[in-house]
């Protein structure tokens, strides 16, 4: 079982980036946490980082059929991306938006995410616990949905 797990712009400036919202970790050491995480409950990662929309499109697209969940923060795309948005539309598989900041008690702007309503599910407001929790919930649907079949 594979989980890919997308970041979008700016992300990559973690731990130096405005610590008091996003705090001080780095990209890679929350990538870091995720795999090992992720690795316990034997489940492999994929990574991926941009701050190109396309590139973002274009990644989602080749996860269809090879990953069996999402776990995205596009960033600032959450508001206004429509191209990442319809990506994640044609994936059937669970989807977990997160952000590090609670969005909905920030500036008006960054209240709208347009992929809310693709995703499965949106955390937000956890810090880097929200990427942890998100590889918790797509384990707990894909268990749902297998005692299903
Ligand atoms: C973010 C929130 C967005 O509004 C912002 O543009 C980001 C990070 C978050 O993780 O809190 O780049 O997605």
Not at 123 to 137: C, H, L, S, T, W
Request: hydrophobic residues 40%; glycine residues 8%.
């Amino acid at each position: 079982m594979k989980i890919l797990v997308i970041n979008g712009p700016n992300l990559n400036m973690l731990g130096k980036r405005n610590p008091k919202i996003y705090g001080t970790k780095t990209l890679a050491d929350i990538e870091n946490e995720i795999a090992s995480y992720a690795k316990k409950k034997g489940i492999d990662t994929e990574f991926f980082q941009s701050a190109c929309e396309g590139e973002i499109v274009n990644k989602l697209n080749g996860a269809y059929g090879s990953a069996d969940g999402i776990i995205i923060n596009a960033g600032a795309y959450t508001h206004y991306s429509y191209a990442i948005r319809d990506a994640l539309e044609i994936l059937d598989v669970p989807k977990i938006e997160v952000h590090l900041s609670d969005i909905h008690a920030r500036e008006t702007f960054r209240n709208i995410s347009v992929i809310e309503e693709v995703c499965t599910l949106q955390i937000a407001g956890f810090g880097d616990k929200g990427y942890v929790m998100a590889v918790d919930e797509i384990i707990k649907i894909l268990s749902e949905e297998n005692s299903k079949r």
